[in-house]
C-alpha cells in the first residue's frame, strides 16, 4: 500500500497525560496509521519502562524520539494548524466536527503547514484555557458511555486521518502562522482592546474567543499576522499621541514674565 507522505506532517499532542502506558500504546497507534511523531507535555509519570512495553518494538523509535514540553503553548508553538479533542460540548467549545468530517479537511493545510492533534489528561480532557490555542475541535461519536481511553482516542483520529489520506485534497492551503506568531498577536490585540474599553479586562480571555474563532475560520498567513500587529501598535501610538495633546491643551499658557 501506498502511503501518502503528508501523514508525516500529523503529531499527535499529549497534554499532561497521568498513565505511561496510555502514552506507549498512543505511539503504537502513531505508528499503525503512519503519522509524523508524538509530543507529551508535562506528564505525570514518565515512565519510560512502561511506554516502551505498550508501544512494542515497532514504535519503539517513537518514544525515544518523543518531544516533551514543560507547558502546552510551548509544545504548539511551531505548528500552523491545531486540532483539539473534547468529549464536552456547549459554550465555548463549537463548532465540534466529528473525526471523519475534520479529517476529510486537513489535508488542504498538510502540504505547507505541520498539524497537531491535541488530546488532554485522562480524567479531565483539555480545559477552557487550553482549547483557546485550537483552530478546530473534534468529538468522536459515542452511543452511551462517553469516556473513552486515551489511546483508544488516539487510535480512532489517527485512523480516519490515514483514511482521508488516499482522498486527494480539494485545495492546498497556503503556509500559516504558526501558533507563536499568532497568540503574540492575541496577546497585543487583547491589551488594546482592553485600552479602548471594548472587552472588559475583568475576564478579557473570555471575550477572546469569538475573536479567536474568526481568525480561526480565515486561516492567517504570517505577512497577515504581520499587518495587524502593526495595525495594532498604530492604534497604541496614536491613542498615546491624543492623549499627551489632551493633556497639554489643558495645561496652563505660562504666564510671561
Given at each position: 500500500?501506498?502511503?501518502?507522505?503528508?501523514?508525516?506532517?500529523?503529531?499527535?499532542?499529549?497534554?499532561?497525560?497521568?498513565?505511561?502506558?496510555?502514552?506507549?500504546?498512543?505511539a503504537r497507534?502513531?505508528?499503525?496509521?503512519?503519522?509524523?511523531?508524538?509530543?507529551?507535555?508535562?506528564?505525570?509519570?514518565?515512565?519510560?519502562?512502561?511506554?516502551?512495553?505498550m508501544a512494542t518494538h515497532k514504535a519503539a523509535h517513537l518514544?525515544?524520539?518523543?518531544?516533551?514540553?514543560?507547558?502546552?503553548?510551548?509544545?504548539?508553538?511551531?505548528?500552523?494548524?491545531?486540532i483539539g479533542t473534547t468529549a464536552r460540548t456547549g459554550g465555548i467549545r463549537k463548532p465540534i466536527l466529528t473525526p471523519r468530517e475534520v479529517a476529510?479537511?486537513?489535508?488542504?493545510?498538510?502540504a505547507q503547514n505541520?498539524?497537531?492533534?491535541?488530546?488532554?489528561?485522562?480524567?479531565?480532557?483539555?480545559?477552557?484555557?487550553e482549547i483557546r490555542f485550537c483552530h478546530q475541535l473534534v468529538k468522536i461519536p459515542v452511543a452511551e458511555?462517553?469516556?473513552?481511553?486515551?489511546?483508544?482516542?488516539?487510535?480512532?483520529?489517527?485512523?480516519?486521518?490515514?483514511?482521508?489520506s488516499f482522498q486527494p485534497p480539494q485545495r492546498v492551503s497556503p503556509r500559516l502562522a504558526t501558533s507563536q506568531e499568532l497568540e503574540l498577536m492575541y496577546e497585543k490585540i487583547k491589551e488594546i482592546l482592553i485600552k479602548i474599553s471594548f472587552i472588559q479586562p475583568e475576564n478579557p480571555d473570555h471575550w477572546m474567543m469569538n475573536i479567536r474563532r474568526f481568525f480561526?475560520?480565515?486561516?492567517?498567513?504570517?505577512?497577515?499576522?504581520?499587518?495587524?500587529?502593526?495595525?495594532?501598535?498604530?492604534?497604541?501610538?496614536?491613542?498615546?499621541?491624543?492623549?499627551?495633546?489632551?493633556?497639554?491643551s489643558l495645561t496652563p499658557e505660562k504666564e510671561n514674565k
Amino acid at each position: 500500500m501506498t502511503v501518502n507522505p503528508l501523514l508525516k506532517k500529523f503529531f499527535i499532542v499529549l497534554n499532561r497525560p497521568r498513565i505511561p502506558e496510555n502514552i506507549g500504546a498512543s505511539a503504537r497507534a502513531i505508528c499503525n496509521m503512519g503519522l509524523g511523531g508524538l509530543v507529551v507535555v508535562a506528564p505525570e509519570n514518565p515512565d519510560l519502562e512502561k511506554m516502551l512495553k505498550m508501544a512494542t518494538h515497532k514504535a519503539a523509535h517513537l518514544i525515544k524520539g518523543m518531544k516533551i514540553y514543560s507547558d502546552l503553548k510551548e509544545a504548539l508553538a511551531n505548528f500552523g494548524y491545531i486540532i483539539g479533542t473534547t468529549a464536552r460540548t456547549g459554550g465555548i467549545r463549537k463548532p465540534i466536527l466529528t473525526p471523519r468530517e475534520v479529517a476529510a479537511g486537513l489535508f488542504q493545510f498538510a502540504a505547507q503547514n505541520q498539524i497537531a492533534i491535541v488530546f488532554g489528561s485522562e480524567d479531565r480532557g483539555l480545559t477552557n484555557q487550553e482549547i483557546r490555542f485550537c483552530h478546530q475541535l473534534v468529538k468522536i461519536p459515542v452511543a452511551e458511555f462517553s469516556s473513552l481511553n486515551l489511546a483508544q482516542a488516539v487510535m480512532v483520529i489517527s485512523y480516519e486521518i490515514f483514511l482521508a489520506s488516499f482522498q486527494p485534497p480539494q485545495r492546498v492551503s497556503p503556509r500559516l502562522a504558526t501558533s507563536q506568531e499568532l497568540e503574540l498577536m492575541y496577546e497585543k490585540i487583547k491589551e488594546i482592546l482592553i485600552k479602548i474599553s471594548f472587552i472588559q479586562p475583568e475576564n478579557p480571555d473570555h471575550w477572546m474567543m469569538n475573536i479567536r474563532r474568526f481568525f480561526s475560520r480565515i486561516g492567517l498567513r504570517s505577512n497577515e499576522v504581520n499587518l495587524i500587529m502593526g495595525i495594532c501598535r498604530q492604534i497604541e501610538w496614536f491613542g498615546k499621541a491624543r492623549f499627551k495633546d489632551q493633556n497639554e491643551s489643558l495645561t496652563p499658557e505660562k504666564e510671561n514674565k
